[in-house]
């Protein structure tokens, strides 16, 4: 069983910078990804590390988010720069055993965290 625990949320200006964090426990050898919701959309896949730390982002973020790890901490981030108005969502971490699915295929995911909010103002 994996817990997730995402923090570091919060309302930012548009240009600014985020760092969310997941903390995850009974955690081993999973694949891990971000992903956000805003109201009234899907939710979609914002980046993707595997357990040999590979990763993958959407397009709409690559070049501002970097998704990392730190294993000793049990720990992923997500280190938002160059924030948008459109990157306002609930933000959720995800874990997955296998990485043979799409990387962006929510259903995929068999553990996921309670979300933390990001709101970019102008």
């Known amino acids: 069983q994996v817990q997730l625990v995402e923090s570091g949320g919060g309302s930012v200006q548009a240009g600014g910078s985020l760092r969310l964090s997941c903390i995850a426990s009974g955690y081993s050898n999973y694949h891990m990804a971000w992903f956000r919701q805003a109201p009234g959309k899907e939710r979609e896949g914002v980046a993707y590390?595997?357990?040999?730390?590979?990763?993958t982002y959407a397009d709409s973020v690559r070049g501002r988010f970097t998704i990392s790890k730190e294993r000793a901490k049990n720990t992923i981030y997500l280190q938002m720069n160059s924030l948008k108005l459109e990157d306002t969502a609930m933000y959720y971490c995800?874990?997955?055993?296998?990485?043979?699915?799409?990387?962006?295929?929510?259903?995929?995911?068999?553990?996921w965290g309670q979300g933390t909010q990001v709101t970019v103002s102008s």
């Open positions: 590390i595997r357990f040999s730390e590979r990763t």
């Open positions: 995800a874990a997955r055993a296998l990485d043979g699915a799409l990387w962006y295929a929510a259903g995929s995911y068999t553990y």
